[in-house]
């Protein structure tokens, strides 16, 4: 066997060129497909949301405070804003930690359990 040529099934030989040419269109269309795949994904991630916001979603206390030093906002405003999103983060805490509480509370009323009267 040569180094030109590649064995393929049955027996025929081919070309190295060939084989790159033969498998070119296959590897276009996965290609195309990943691609699309992704956009789609994408789209779809975008389209739908959490419908829960988060923090990240509106404006940092950092940038409300620069817009206010840049005279963008007033400093009522500023207060309205601050106190809208400092109460999101402590609804938040206080939903939290009232599902931690409920789990805590829960395992403090097991039972301790006693060993038996021959182990003691």
């Given at each position: 066997?040569?180094?030109?040529s590649?064995?393929?099934?049955l027996?025929a030989?081919v ?8 498998i ?9 497909i990943?691609?699309v795949?992704?956009l789609l994904?994408?789209f779809?991630r975008r389209?739908t ?13 950092g940038?409300?405070?620069k817009m206010?030093e ?17 109460g ?12 931690m509480g409920s789990?805590?509370t ?7 359990r ?7």
């Amino acid at each position: 066997m040569t180094p030109s040529s590649i064995p393929m099934t049955l027996g025929a030989t081919v070309q190295p060129g060939e084989v790159f040419f033969a498998i070119l269109p296959w590897m276009l269309i996965l290609i195309g497909i990943v691609i699309v795949g992704w956009l789609l994904l994408l789209f779809i991630r975008r389209s739908t949301g959490d419908g829960e916001s988060s923090l990240d979603d509106g404006f940092t206390l950092g940038q409300l405070r620069k817009m206010r030093e840049r005279g963008e906002m007033s400093d009522e405003e500023f207060e309205q804003a601050r106190n809208v999103i400092l109460g999101q983060h402590a609804g938040r805490a206080a939903d939290t930690s009232a599902r931690m509480g409920s789990d805590t509370t829960e395992s403090r009323t097991d039972p301790v359990r006693k060993p038996p009267a021959d182990e003691q």
